[in-house]
Every structure is written in C-alpha cells, then in structure tokens.
C-alpha cells in the first residue's frame, strides 16, 4: 500500500481566503483523487488530479473555486479559493487503483 | 443510478457483542466492494472483495461478498470500545472514470 502524507492536518481559515491543501504520495502512482466529507455526509468526489493535463471535475465542483495541481506522479495540491462557512469540511486526498483506493490522513477545515 | 446502501445508520452495542453491518449495492460495471473504518478523519482501509463466496478475515473482523445478491457484510466479533467508529462500505465502478460509489456509513458505538 502507499504512503500518502496530507498537510496541513487542520487549519481554520478567514472567510475569502484560500487554503492549499498538499498530498505527497512515497510511489508514483496514476490515480488520484480529492474528497470533501462535509459534517455528518459520506465523501463526496471532488475531482480526479490527472497528471500532465487539467483536472476532471465532478458536477457542482468547478476550477475556479477547486484549482488542482498534479505536477508529477507523487504529488498533487488543492486550493479551496475564496472560502466561506459552507466549505467547512473534511477534505481527503486519495490514490487509487484498478481495484482499491486508500485515503491521506485527511484536512479539517473550518471557515469563520 | 449506481447506488449503495448501509445498514443500520448508527448501532449501539456492549463489549464482547457481535455486530454485522450491510452493505447492499446497485453499481453497473462492478470492479470490487471496499470496506472502511473512520474514526477521526481519513478512512482506513479494511477490506476489498471482488468474488463471491470468498470470506476475508483480519483478527476480529471478517466480511463476505455475494455478487448475485448484490451485498456485503462485516462482522465483527468480541468488540471493543476501540471498534467505535462509522464503518463506510464503497463500490468501484470500472467504467464511468473508475468512480467510487459511497454508501452513508454506519455508525458503530460499543460501551464499556
């Protein structure tokens, strides 16, 4: 299994500031993915992070507010842009494969 | 529409009782069935199934598939207050993007 580390752990952010969140995985690997698990919800997709070329965003999530880098193989960041109350969440990077897919440690995130 | 359901939502039980939880899928192009244990932040993984039949088995917990039922279970034996935690059952789509299909959780409470 990879060894996906995720930072910052937690943060509390000003509403309209911008939070990146950074996920660095010990082995290249092709797949990987952002989640938002918002209070008391099961995860949520954000986007795939495709390496080389943009994101591929699930609907109700768009770039200008979830700009993904994916610049090689082990690494990948998303920014939550211009935050408010409502983005407060757990947001998970994680990296799959043709049958499993395991999760970072995870960012909470809370917006005032 | 892929779904995945989980049953019960929440389950309160006593140490040393035995607990199953359900997990039953409608998913086009099934690739496996994952179950995971979240207890502060990111899930941890437990287990992938992808045949019927077929019982996984770590320590305490062990699940099952059946694929002409179209459901999983967990079980977990002699349970602790370390087990409290919600349990999320996933089922991957091949096709679409290779998405994962979340069920809600169950949310497991065992007391002293």
């Known amino acids: 299994s990879a060894v996906i580390s995720q930072k910052p752990s937690r943060d509390i952010c000003q509403r309209g500031t911008s939070l990146t969140i950074q996920c660095q995985v010990d082995s290249q690997v092709t797949m990987m993915f952002w989640y938002r698990q918002q209070p008391g919800q099961s995860l949520t997709l954000i986007a795939t992070a495709n390496q080389g070329s943009e994101a591929t965003y699930e609907s109700g999530f768009v770039i200008d507010k979830f700009p993904i880098s994916r610049p090689n193989l082990t690494f990948s960041t998303l920014t939550v842009s211009n935050m408010s109350p409502e983005d407060s969440s757990i947001y998970l990077c994680s990296v799959g494969s043709d049958y499993w897919t395991f999760f970072g440690q995870g960012t909470r995130l809370t917006v005032v | 529409e892929d779904k995945v359901v989980q049953s019960p939502l929440s389950l309160v039980v006593h140490e040393g009782d035995t607990v199953t939880l359900n997990c039953s899928y409608e998913?086009?192009?099934?690739?496996?069935l994952l179950w995971y244990k979240q207890e502060k932040k990111a899930p941890t993984f437990l287990f992938m199934l992808t045949s019927s039949g077929i019982e996984k088995k770590s320590g305490r917990l062990s699940s099952i598939l059946d694929k002409k039922e179209l459901f999983s279970i967990l079980n977990i034996t002699a349970t602790q207050t370390g087990d409290s935690a919600v349990y999320l059952c996933a089922v991957l789509n091949a096709g679409n993007n290779r998405k994962l299909i979340w069920g809600l959780g169950t949310s497991l409470a065992v007391n002293p």
């Open positions: 998913v086009t192009n099934f690739r496996s």
